[in-house]
């Protein structure tokens, strides 16, 4: 491995096709270093030559591909004996280097989990965090966060009353605690329950956190049937309210009544950020969630991530992940089948990675996507990400302040008609939807941008030069150089020179990440990098005011198809038009209709069917 030491005797460029000459066709791992010696990137091939082959073709490569290729001095590969090995030295090695190019994953320094101490008589169950092998007993989880764990040892002691205090506060007990007091513990450290009694609720407990629910509640109601009849009716009221307690516990962590083991991935992107939520499911129940937001560098699609987000989730820490039966995901990843077999590997059975699932299994995976998306919006909408974000805006555009408000305008028609522009409004704290403006557009040349421009520019700001309508500190318009000198026109027209206005282009590729800004009073055209805080809130800014546009514009299509196009024909009431369609069949069949025709509807005469068939064909 390159390092620092040696960095200056790498060459100025690196000589790829020598390289590549060379290269093995065998499968393994390679690692892209820079002049300085650190790692830039680290990939898995199944065929080394052509993977990496693919880096230095002449063209096709993606932006921030090209970025990483143009900063590779030296690359060093490892042979391994199958692509399986290769995956599972690519996630050890993305782990322990960190490589800036690669999806990272930040990880917990240790996952919660529920211990059951190895105490003969009266074992307890605690939380704990990370997993060790000192002391024995038993290991319930990792679960997704440390309130899924509290969660369930609350239910526990509710229904189960199992002690939770340390070894050496139950030695010293003479008299029961307060647990005792409120009914979360039968005191054992005083000898009110018998160890044959207190191993049953173990048995229960156990039973509840691998998810046998319905398991336990049949063993109480036997138990308290039997309690019954030996009429011991206080004892079966208790095994009652345990059963109650269950039942409630079914209705409120299960899915439909669904069974089996899964963790659930879905994944969300927008604004240059990603957000991967994994679902736990235990034995029917869904245990808890947890949020990721992996940062990555080069460009990638949602099975891209993925693929590199689960291998690194399962196979890249040495935290003891349990690799559940199946992993459900909304979009097929890349190279599914090859971590299906890793995971399988690693787990020592089958271990399937699905996407088309049904029943119970498709509303997890609902339930995933809907929160991934929730996820996201709240973490692009939360004070600290836009306030970071304003900072770097106000860096990029060397603005004497931070924006407090700022404004974009976007326009959207269907080839021409039913055109509407919108304004959305951003400030410190994210969308002020309070502000959002819909503009129907009217009295232009169908198709014609540049006018529905000037339009809703000059409806909008001649109403804040009247001082009847709020001063943004910012501007942006959604389109290239022509739409830009509209604004630029109108401003000056309204005589305004102190709000900078920015033009977001989408550039050659028109691909995100690849807009460009262009600065109305300069004229400079300029690209920001890709993982830039401030360009990812223009985009975000961006996004909404075409969202906004589209939902307008949609709306105001809909009602026009919705509304019969015999309306607004003079003499022509709700009864005339009912006796129209009854007769015709549909409104395509009356412009077919000659005046003669029109004429033989009842109530129609010759020569309201004249009037009729001249507003049917614009005549």
């Known amino acids: 491995?390159?390092?620092?030491?040696?960095?200056?005797?790498?060459?100025?460029?690196?000589?790829?096709?020598?390289?590549?000459?060379?290269?093995?066709?065998?499968?393994?791992?390679?690692?892209?270093?820079?002049?300085g010696g650190d790692v830039l990137y680290v990939g898995?091939?199944?065929?080394?030559?052509?993977?990496?082959?693919?880096?230095?073709?002449?063209?096709?490569?993606?932006?921030?591909?090209?970025?990483?290729?143009?900063?590779?001095?030296?690359?060093?590969?490892?042979?391994?004996?199958?692509?399986?090995?290769?995956?599972?030295?690519?996630?050890?090695?993305?782990k322990s280097l960190r490589p800036p190019y690669n999806i990272l994953l930040r990880d917990d320094k240790s996952y919660p989990y529920i211990y059951l101490s190895s105490h003969?008589?009266?074992?307890?169950?605690?939380?704990?965090?990370?997993r060790t092998k000192k002391g024995g007993g038993t290991?319930?989880?990792?679960?997704?966060?440390?309130?899924?764990?509290?969660?369930?040892?609350?239910?526990?002691?509710?229904?189960?009353?199992?002690?939770?205090?340390?070894?050496?506060?139950?030695?010293?007990?003479?008299?029961?605690?307060?647990?005792?007091?409120?009914?979360?513990?039968?005191?054992?450290?005083?000898?009110?329950?018998?160890?044959?009694?207190?191993?049953?609720?173990?048995r229960h407990a156990t039973m509840f956190l691998e998810g046998k629910n319905p398991a336990i509640i049949r063993d109480l109601m036997d138990a308290m049937e039997k309690a019954s009849q030996n009429l011991e009716f206080e004892k079966a009221a208790g095994y009652r309210d345990q059963i109650n307690h269950l039942r409630h516990v079914q209705e409120q962590q299960s899915v439909e009544g669904g069974s089996g083991d899964a963790d659930v991935v879905s994944i969300a992107q927008d604004a240059g950020v990603v957000c991967v939520v994994v679902i736990v499911v235990r034995g029917g129940r869904v245990l808890g969630t947890k949020n990721y937001f992996p940062r990555f560098s080069i460009e990638q699609t949602e099975g891209e991530l993925l693929g590199a987000f689960l291998g690194q989730y399962y196979l890249g820490g040495d935290a003891h992940r349990e690799i559940p039966k199946d992993i459900l995901v909304p979009v097929e990843v890349d190279g599914q089948a090859l971590i299906a077999e890793a995971l399988s590997e690693a787990a020592g059975r089958e271990t399937r990675i699905?996407?088309?699932?049904?029943?119970?299994?498709?509303?997890?995976?609902?339930?995933?996507?809907?929160?991934?998306?929730?996820?996201?919006?709240?973490?692009?909408?939360?004070?600290?990400?836009?306030?970071?974000?304003?900072?770097?805006?106000?860096d990029l555009l060397e603005l004497p302040e931070?924006?407090?408000?700022?404004?974009?305008f976007d326009i959207s028609h269907s080839h021409g008609e039913n055109t509407v522009a919108s304004c959305v409004v951003f400030d410190e704290?994210?969308?002020?939807?309070?502000?959002?403006?819909?503009?129907?557009?009217?009295?232009?040349?169908?198709?014609?941008?540049?006018?529905?421009?000037?339009?809703?520019?000059?409806?909008?700001?001649?109403?804040?030069?009247?001082?009847?309508?709020?001063?943004?500190?910012?501007?942006?318009?959604?389109?290239?150089?022509?739409?830009?000198?509209?604004?630029?026109?109108?401003?000056?027209?309204?005589?305004?020179?102190?709000?900078?206005?920015?033009?977001?282009?989408?550039?050659?590729?028109?691909?995100?990440?690849?807009?460009?800004?262009?600065?109305?009073?300069?004229?400079?055209?300029?690209?920001?990098?890709?993982?830039?805080?401030?360009?990812?809130l223009i985009q975000h800014i961006r996004d909404e005011s075409h969202r906004f546009a589209i939902?307008?514009?949609?709306?105001?299509?809909?009602?026009?198809?919705?509304?019969?196009?015999?309306?607004?024909?003079?003499?022509?009431?709700?009864?005339?038009?009912?006796?129209?369609?009854?007769?015709f069949g549909g409104i395509q069949e009356i412009r077919k209709a000659s005046v003669d025709e029109i004429a033989k509807v009842q109530g129609v005469s010759k020569s309201l069917a004249e009037n009729i068939y001249a507003a049917l064909h614009n005549e």
Not at 120 to 130: A, E, I, K
Not at 373 to 378: A, N
Not at 559 to 582: D, F, H
């Open 429 to 536: 704290n994210g969308p002020l939807k309070s502000d959002y403006r819909l503009y129907n557009i009217e009295g232009i040349t169908g198709g014609d941008d540049y006018a529905a421009m000037r339009q809703v520019l000059g409806r909008r700001y001649k109403r804040m030069v009247s001082d009847q309508g709020k001063r943004p500190d910012l501007v942006f318009i959604d389109g290239g150089k022509g739409q830009l000198n509209i604004a630029r026109e109108v401003f000056d027209e309204l005589g305004i020179s102190d709000i900078p206005l920015i033009g977001v282009a989408k550039g050659v590729t028109r691909r995100a990440g690849m807009e460009q800004l262009i600065d109305a009073m300069t004229g400079d055209i300029f690209r920001v990098p890709a993982d830039s805080p401030a360009l990812h």
């Open 44 to 94: 898995k091939a199944r065929n080394l030559k052509k993977r990496v082959s693919s880096y230095f073709r002449k063209s096709g490569l993606a932006p921030k591909t090209e970025a990483l290729v143009g900063k590779i001095a030296a690359i060093e590969v490892t042979i391994t004996g199958s692509e399986t090995e290769a995956l599972l030295l690519e996630q050890n090695l993305i």
């Open 402 to 408: 931070t924006p407090a408000r700022m404004e974009c």
């Open 139 to 202: 290991w319930f989880g990792p679960f997704p966060s440390s309130g899924a764990v509290k969660e369930s040892l609350n239910v526990l002691q509710k229904v189960f009353r199992i002690r939770n205090c340390n070894e050496s506060y139950f030695r010293n007990r003479t008299r029961p605690c307060l647990q005792y007091q409120i009914n979360r513990c039968t005191a054992p450290c005083v000898g009110y329950i018998t160890p044959e009694q207190y191993q049953e609720d173990i």
């Open 1 to 35: 491995m390159p390092t620092k030491s040696d960095s200056d005797s790498l060459p100025a460029e690196f000589d790829s096709a020598h390289f590549l000459k060379q290269l093995t066709e065998r499968p393994g791992v390679y690692r892209m270093y820079d002049r």
């Open 120 to 130: 003969s008589d009266y074992p307890s169950l605690t939380f704990r965090r990370g």
């Open 354 to 394: 699905r996407g088309n699932v049904r029943g119970e299994r498709r509303g997890w995976l609902e339930l995933a996507m809907t929160n991934a998306r929730q996820t996201l919006l709240t973490h692009l909408a939360s004070k600290e990400t836009v306030y970071r974000r304003l900072l770097a805006l106000r």
């Open 551 to 583: 939902t307008g514009h949609r709306a105001r299509r809909d009602k026009k198809r919705r509304q019969s196009t015999l309306e607004g024909i003079e003499g022509v009431g709700p009864k005339r038009r009912r006796e129209l369609i009854r007769y």
